[in-house]
Nanobody, 118 residues
Framework: QVQLVESGGGLVQPGGSLRLSCAAS????????MGWYRQAPGKQRELVAQ???????NYLNSVKGRFTGSRDNAKRTLYLQMNSLKPEDTAVYYC????????????WGQGTQVTVSS
């Protein structure tokens, strides 16, 4: 079972940027679709960005134009570049693989906290 470790979160002012990383303990090259999720307090976890092996990306409407997801299969790592951050982006961010039915493949990691506040 692949284990996932997210990192790169922190406290940032509105308008700032962060780059998240997700390191996998095993190969992700066979996983067609990887995703970044987030969960804010009192809310359900939501899919923020989807990155396929072919380079196709899909984003939650509220982050389009601000977030950019990417993956490096050789490094077994997923990235999320987050720009123009807003307070409503505050959440714990997670990564996972997705199957064809958009169900997650792996156990959840510990996530990384992103707090956007002045």
């Amino acid at each position: 079972q692949v284990q996932l470790v997210e990192s790169g979160g922190g406290l940032v002012q509105p308008g700032g940027s962060l780059r998240l990383s997700c390191a996998a303990s095993g190969s992700i090259s066979g996983i067609y679709s990887m995703g970044w999720y987030r969960q804010a307090p009192g809310k359900q976890r939501e899919l923020v960005a989807q990155i396929t092996n072919g380079g196709t990306t899909n984003y939650l409407n509220s982050v389009k134009g601000r977030f950019t997801g990417s993956r490096d299969n050789a490094k077994r790592t997923l990235y999320l570049q987050m720009n123009s951050l807003k307070p409503e982006d505050t959440a714990v961010y997670y990564c996972n693989g997705l199957n064809g039915n958009y169900r997650t493949i792996f156990s959840w990691g510990q996530g990384t906290q992103v707090t956007v506040s002045s």
